[in-house]
């Protein structure tokens, strides 16, 4: 669960925020410092709207960037997973490298959304690239959640539907004349 690329733009949360939500802009407002670019996926994204990173030797850099603003140091969980795990008393954040699906990082960008969070704009895994994800993955945490994120999805698409098939009113009502 981690935020967009290069933004410039740092900044004090809003009040009145959630601890997680403030968590989530902590881990994007690091990320860009560092420039890493990341999209933020999962459970965290479908609340929003395990974190894909092009494995590169650079991001691999930018990852390490990242753990040492936070003051905390990464590992790999498994020997075969394709991630690392980053933990602190506040926060688990997984660079995943492959998610479960075989989606590659530039597929779950370009259909990524962006949310404002905070000062921030993040992006965002679409609810189709989770639901194929945790669907892939097959564990039992994943298969609970895919009934809730599908009811979701198909609410969206028929209100997406729905509100391009009604015409717009354009009627206005003024002052009655008289």
Same mark, same amino acid.
């Given at each position: 669960m981690v %935020?967009? %690329?290069a933004s410039s733009s740092g900044g004090a949360t809003r009040v009145g925020m959630s601890i997680d939500e403030r968590l989530v802009v902590k881990v994007a407002e690091t990320a860009s410092r560092v420039r890493l670019e990341c999209v933020i996926i999962g459970n965290v994204a479908a609340i929003l709207q395990d974190v894909p990173v092009r494995?590169?030797?650079r991001n691999r850099q930018k990852i390490h960037a990242f753990t040492k603003e936070v003051g905390e140091t990464v590992w790999q969980p498994h020997e075969f997973s394709n991630m690392l795990r980053l933990a602190t008393p506040e926060i688990i954040v997984d660079f995943v490298?492959?998610?479960s699906s075989r989606r590659k990082f530039e597929s779950v960008r370009a259909? +990524?959304?962006r949310v404002k969070? %905070?000062?921030r704009e993040i992006l965002v895994a679409s609810l189709e690239d989770v639901i194929a +994800?945790?669907?892939a993955a097959g564990r039992p945490k994943d298969q609970a959640v895919l009934p809730m994120l599908k009811d979701t999805l198909r609410c969206r698409? +028929?209100?997406d539907t729905r509100n391009q098939s009604e015409p717009p009113n354009l009627s206005r009502r003024g002052p009655p004349s008289g």
């Open positions: %935020g967009s %690329g494995d590169t030797p490298f492959q998610l259909n +990524a959304r969070l %905070g000062r +994800a945790k669907e698409k +028929a209100m």
